[in-house]
């Protein structure tokens, strides 16, 4: 699937921002499930060449030095997508699987998340596919998608205690949950557009990915109870949503922040 990408991240401020620095994890690459066919990134102020985080992912550092009341980054470009049934395999070079079973303020297996992964771990050999799809369905089934009742700061387990969250917080809870297990999951960024089975979202999309041995790292969409597949285009990864997310910095001045986020996709 072809599909093209419009992204603009806006922020109004009632005061003017003196100044800012903003780590851009906006540009997807290349791989197994996608190619980048072109992709554009417009702001104001300096930004620098595309270098890599720790994680691979590809990174512009944003800086504006003068003031401005309103800041908007906007990307855009072609994607072709191919459906790998949320197989993603594994890139070179890259971290140590190992890395990826590290606690985070966000996913902090809890209790409830510990027996939550309990329940799914079944028999003594049971496939570990089969109980990530099983710790996938039960997320779904104990938090109900209802955007307005978290933000950034919530971590899974409270998502997971109110039963309610966005997909940001199912991803925390699958990572919390299979780490867990002692199964390696990381946080992913991105977009999941319309086609196939699933509604597209007005924003970017996070899902989770979990290392399996056979098959290197597979994608888990606990939001929409389905493995990744052409639909979705991957930007970032990292061990949650505060080392995937598209925007992440800080400012100088500007008062209070408003932000708004305006997604469309085009199947070409």
């Known amino acids: 699937m072809l599909i093209r990408i419009e992204h603009t991240t806006s922020y109004k401020y009632t005061e003017p921002l003196r100044a800012t620095t903003q780590y ?32 691979g992912n590809a990174c512009h550092t944003l800086t504006v030095t003068k003031p ?14 191919r459906d790998t049934s949320g197989v993603v395999g ?11 079973l590290r606690e985070t303020p966000a996913t902090v297996a809890s209790g409830p998340i510990r027996d939550l992964a309990a329940a799914c771990r079944g028999a003594a050999g049971r496939d570990r596919i089969e109980v990530l799809h099983d710790i996938m369905i039960r997320i779904a089934e104990a938090v109900d998608y209802m955007p307005g009742e978290t933000d950034v700061h919530t971590t899974g387990a ?8 966005v997909c940001q917080d199912l991803s925390h809870i699958f990572c919390a949950a299979a780490r867990a297990l002692d199964i390696p999951a990381r946080y992913v960024s991105g977009y999941m ?6 509604e597209g979202h007005a924003a970017s999309h996070a899902w989770a990915e979990a290392f399996v041995d056979s098959l290197g790292w597979v994608g888990f969409d606990p939001t929409n109870r389905a493995c990744p597949d052409e639909a979705y285009v991957r930007t970032a990864i990292g061990l949650d949503y505060s080392e995937a997310s598209p925007v992440r910095g800080i400012r100088a001045g500007g008062g209070d922040e408003v932000m708004s986020v305006s997604v469309s996709f085009a199947n070409q």
């Open 24 to 55: 851009l994890r906006m540009t997807p690459l290349s791989g197994r499930t996608q190619a980048v066919e072109n992709w554009t990134l417009i702001c104001p102020g300096a930004v620098t060449t595309a270098w890599q985080d720790q994680y």
């Open 158 to 165: 409270e998502a997971l205690e109110q039963g309610s969250g």
């Open 193 to 198: 557009t319309e086609g196939a089975d699933h």
């Open 90 to 100: 594994v890139a070179s070079p890259e971290l140590p699987v190992m890395l990826y």
């Open 68 to 81: 401005v009341e309103r800041l908007d980054i906007r990307v855009s470009g072609l994607v072709r997508t």
